[in-house]
Nanobody, 115 residues
Framework: QVQLVESGGGLVQPGGSLRLSCVAS????????MNWYRQAPGKERELVAG????????NYADSVKGRFTISRDVAKNTVVLQMNNLKPEDTAVYYC????????WGQGTQVTVSS
């Protein structure tokens, strides 16, 4: 049974930081590209950041470049999204995604950026 379990969301003031973690189980983690998506109320789900299965290359949405960093730890089956200089427009539910021939999704974690 594949599980992706996110943690680390919460309420933070503008300019603050949060660190999201996603622990994967039930799959061969090293085969999967790992991604973070987000969905704000009334908007479509969008790709925030991704890290490849081979080589660990990363990609980011233009809106988060320079502020967010994605990384993976194969030994711990974990992918982390470090979010700095958060803005109110970053408010959304953040989802962990594992992709290799099939997509797996976590349950999501709420991030709210507000003063």
């Amino acid at each position: 049974q594949v599980q992706l379990v996110e943690s680390g969301g919460g309420l933070v003031q503008p300019g603050g930081s949060l660190r999201l973690s996603c622990v994967a189980s039930g799959l061969s983690f090293s085969l999967y590209a790992m991604n973070w998506y987000r969905q704000a109320p009334g908007k479509e789900r969008e790709l925030v950041a991704g890290v490849s299965n081979i080589g660990g290359s990363t990609n980011y949405a233009d809106s988060v470049k320079g502020r967010f960093t994605i990384s993976r730890d194969v030994a711990k089956n974990t992918v982390v999204l470090q979010m700095n200089n958060l803005k109110p427009e970053d408010t959304a539910v953040y989802y962990c995604n594992a992709r290799y021939r099939i997509n797996w999704w976590g349950q999501g974690t709420q991030v709210t950026v507000s003063s």
